[in-house]
């Protein structure tokens, strides 16, 4: 039973849970996002527990919506998704004031989640290396710029989805995206830095 959920649509995911209560329905489609909204979450808070509270009360709030039959955003899960747990992070924010001026530096592994093997020791260092550096360069970028590269990047939304999240025109997103993927490069020359 658990296998044909996952040749199923999100939508068609979403009307089985909606109609049955099934949980492997719904644990197919948090299996399916689980990266994107999780990784788009830490990179916001920079906190892994905090990432992990906010990621939990995302999928609360979507399966409550669900249930409840208030989903209407057929096609567009992921969207909708990223922006509850958008939300969410500022709403945290805005409870903890102080946290979003500190920068925790605690080495967190964001790539983590994305799939990749290593083969040995070596590799792992110098993987874990370059993902601290990535992180740092994307801190130095500002905040409209590092929001649409991990938006893009790591939640792999489009840019019209970009723009409705964030509420501006696409062309704006579009030129984010461009002006920080610019400034990094500006960064990277400027300090002479290299990704390895």
């Not at 924010?93 to 946290?99: D, E, L, W, Y």
């Not at 970009?162 to 461009?178: P, Q």
């Amino acid at each position: 039973m658990t296998k044909q959920f996952k040749v199923f649509s999100d939508q068609e995911l979403i009307q089985a849970f909606q109609d049955t209560q099934s949980e492997p329905a719904i644990a197919e489609l948090i299996s399916r996002y689980k990266k994107n909204i999780y990784t788009t979450i830490v990179l916001k808070v920079k906190d892994r527990h905090v990432a992990e509270d906010l990621f939990q009360e995302t999928f609360i709030k979507i399966v409550n919506t669900i249930l409840a039959g208030r989903y209407a955003d057929q096609g567009k899960f992921l969207p909708w998704a990223v922006r509850i747990a958008n939300n969410l992070c500022i709403d945290y924010f805005r409870k903890n004031k102080s946290a979003s001026k500190v920068v925790s530096k605690d080495n967190f592994e964001w790539f983590e989640y994305l799939s990749v093997d290593y083969n040995n020791a070596e590799s792992r260092m110098e993987y874990n290396q370059m993902s601290n550096q990535v992180q740092h360069l994307l801190d130095r970028l500002p905040e409209e710029q590092r929001d649409v590269i991990l938006l893009r990047v790591y939640a792999d939304l489009s840019f019209k989805e970009i723009a409705n999240l964030t509420n501006v025109g696409i062309n704006t997103a579009l030129g984010r995206m461009r002006y920080g993927l610019s400034n990094l490069r500006k960064i990277i020359e400027e300090h002479n830095l290299a990704l390895r």
